[in-house]
């Protein structure tokens, strides 16, 4: 019998007190939820899709955004018994929902705990008042540092998200602010690098020469000083912008890097689904209302479900798995040195040092991993 690949869920809720000028994800400005409704349609396609993968169990389920900590508590519910009714958990499921760190949320923190939720996410992305204004965000350093503690109570693994290279960040201030995180005790924390998405409004105000992004040398400099001190504080980097304690990975993420199953659900969710030997990739109507409106009428809001072919497999898998320092399982004869541009440039990047291929595994070096984008773009056209 064919071994499944593990399971996962993302659910997308799509709503968020306010826009921030950075963010360029699936998001609307909070307004009247209607959560029957809501949850009546989360409930409707993750039917949909336990129809096509019985006799499977969870191992992930993952509440993202937007900001998920502000869903009405009946659709958080909902979910959390729909999974458990159509497919049940693994043993020790991971169950994570995103939160913002202002003090409303914090007091809904364990009520999420007893709807099932055993991790956190915080979006604190800094520690200091004076970014958080820069970075539009509707709490300050000490409101992040008290729903850090909050969590690190409540739930028995908690996460956070720093933004880092942001113009007028020093690199000893992101020493300072880094090391702060660190003190928290955390033992997972995601990294990002402040990136100027096209339509956002940072990247209007750098067109009109508000300010300029720091230069890539610096971003360098702010990368490499965060892979040391994380990995000194025992949670080195096990992914480009993931870093955590031994053993406290998330497993949920982990699915998508490793490119095993996960069924997307809510609006503009992305899934990957091994069925019948056939790789399907789902995206599902990103607008809210039409997302509610497809599912009342269809049973599933996925718009699209394609299957790929052994070609765009191979370029998710790699460019997905390249990511994890762990690298991807690569054999000499997979499918990949068909091509022979590919194979060849494959090995100008060995010589480079940008990979590592030991003939079972192919990973990045620390240096391929630094500039992934370009070793991708170069290797997969
Ligand atoms: C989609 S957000 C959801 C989390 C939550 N709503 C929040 O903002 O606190 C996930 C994370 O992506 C990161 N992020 C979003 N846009 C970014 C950007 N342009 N540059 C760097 N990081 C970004 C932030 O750290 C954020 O916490
Ligand atoms: S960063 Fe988070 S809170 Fe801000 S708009 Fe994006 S999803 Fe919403």
């Given at each position: 019998?064919?071994?499944?690949?593990?399971l996962?869920i993302?659910i997308?809720?799509?709503?968020?007190?306010?826009?921030?000028?950075?963010?360029?994800?699936?998001?609307?400005?909070?307004?009247?939820?209607?959560?029957?409704?809501?949850?009546?349609?989360l409930t409707?396609?993750l039917?949909?899709?336990a129809?096509?993968?019985?006799?499977?169990k969870l191992?992930s389920l993952?509440?993202?955004?937007?900001?998920?900590?502000?869903?009405?508590?009946?659709?958080?519910?909902g979910v959390t018994d729909a999974c458990e009714r159509l497919w049940g958990f693994?043993?020790?499921p991971?169950i994570?929902?995103?939160?913002?760190?202002?003090?409303?949320?914090?007091?809904?923190?364990?009520?999420?705990?007893?709807?099932g939720?055993?991790?956190?996410?915080?979006?604190?992305?800094?520690?200091?008042?004076?970014?958080?204004?820069?970075?539009?965000?509707?709490?300050?350093?000490?409101?992040?540092?008290?729903?850090?503690?909050?969590?690190?109570?409540?739930?028995?693994?908690?996460?956070?998200?720093?933004?880092?290279?942001?113009?007028?960040?020093?690199?000893?201030?992101?020493?300072?602010?880094?090391?702060?995180?660190?003190?928290?005790?955390?033992?997972?924390?995601?990294?990002?690098?402040?990136?100027?998405?096209?339509?956002?409004?940072?990247?209007?105000?750098?067109?009109?020469?508000?300010?300029?992004?720091?230069?890539?040398?610096?971003?360098?400099?702010?990368?490499?000083?965060?892979?040391?001190?994380?990995?000194?504080?025992?949670?080195?980097?096990?992914?480009?912008?993931?870093?955590?304690?031994?053993?406290?990975?998330?497993?949920?993420?982990?699915?998508?890097?490793?490119?095993?199953?996960?069924i997307?659900a809510?609006?503009?969710?992305?899934?990957?689904?091994?069925?019948?030997?056939?790789?399907?990739?789902?995206?599902?109507?990103?607008?809210?209302?039409?997302?509610?409106?497809?599912?009342?009428?269809?049973?599933?809001?996925?718009?699209?479900?394609?299957?790929?072919?052994?070609?765009?497999?191979?370029?998710?898998?790699?460019?997905?798995?390249?990511?994890?320092?762990?690298?991807?399982?690569?054999?000499?004869?997979?499918?990949?040195?068909?091509?022979?541009?590919?194979?060849?440039?494959?090995?100008?990047?060995?010589?480079?040092?940008?990979?590592?291929?030991?003939?079972?595994?192919?990973?990045?070096?620390?240096?391929?991993?630094?500039?992934?984008?370009?070793?991708?773009?170069?290797?997969?056209?």
């Amino acid at each position: 019998m064919k071994i499944q690949p593990q399971l996962g869920i993302y659910i997308h809720w799509p709503y968020c007190a306010r826009i921030c000028p950075y963010c360029d994800f699936n998001v609307y400005k909070n307004r009247q939820i209607d959560a029957p409704r809501w949850r009546a349609a989360l409930t409707r396609e993750l039917e949909y899709w336990a129809a096509h993968t019985k006799g499977r169990k969870l191992t992930s389920l993952y509440f993202g955004g937007g900001t998920p900590s502000l869903a009405p508590l009946s659709v958080i519910e909902g979910v959390t018994d729909a999974c458990e009714r159509l497919w049940g958990f693994e043993d020790k499921p991971e169950i994570t929902i995103e939160s913002n760190p202002t003090d409303a949320e914090q007091e809904r923190f364990e009520t999420f705990a007893k709807a099932g939720v055993n991790r956190l996410s915080l979006g604190v992305q800094s520690l200091r008042d004076d970014a958080l204004k820069f970075l539009g965000r509707d709490h300050n350093a000490m409101s992040a540092r008290r729903a850090i503690e909050t969590a690190q109570r409540v739930f028995d693994r908690v996460t956070f998200d720093l933004i880092y290279a942001r113009p007028r960040q020093s690199i000893d201030e992101w020493r300072r602010e880094l090391g702060e995180a660190l003190a928290t005790g955390a033992t997972h924390l995601s990294l990002y690098q402040l990136t100027i998405e096209p339509g956002t409004a940072f990247s209007k105000a750098v067109e009109r020469g508000a300010w300029a992004p720091v230069s890539d040398d610096d971003c360098a400099d702010f990368y490499d000083l965060a892979q040391q001190m994380t990995a000194a504080a025992g949670l080195a980097a096990y992914e480009v912008s993931n870093h955590a304690a031994p053993g406290d990975q998330s497993r949920h993420n982990l699915i998508y890097w490793r490119y095993a199953d996960y069924i997307g659900a809510g609006p503009g969710a992305h899934g990957r689904l091994t069925l019948d030997d056939r790789r399907i990739a789902t995206e599902t109507v990103e607008r809210p209302d039409a997302y509610l409106q497809a599912v009342e009428e269809t049973g599933t809001g996925a718009q699209t479900q394609d299957t790929l072919d052994e070609n765009a497999q191979l370029t998710e898998r790699l460019a997905m798995g390249l990511r994890l320092v762990e690298g991807i399982a690569f054999k000499k004869d997979d499918t990949f040195f068909e091509d022979d541009t590919r194979a060849s440039r494959l090995q100008e990047c060995i010589e480079d040092g940008l990979l590592i291929f030991d003939g079972a595994r192919l990973c990045a070096s620390d240096q391929g991993r630094r500039t992934l984008n370009a070793v991708l773009g170069y290797l997969l056209t």
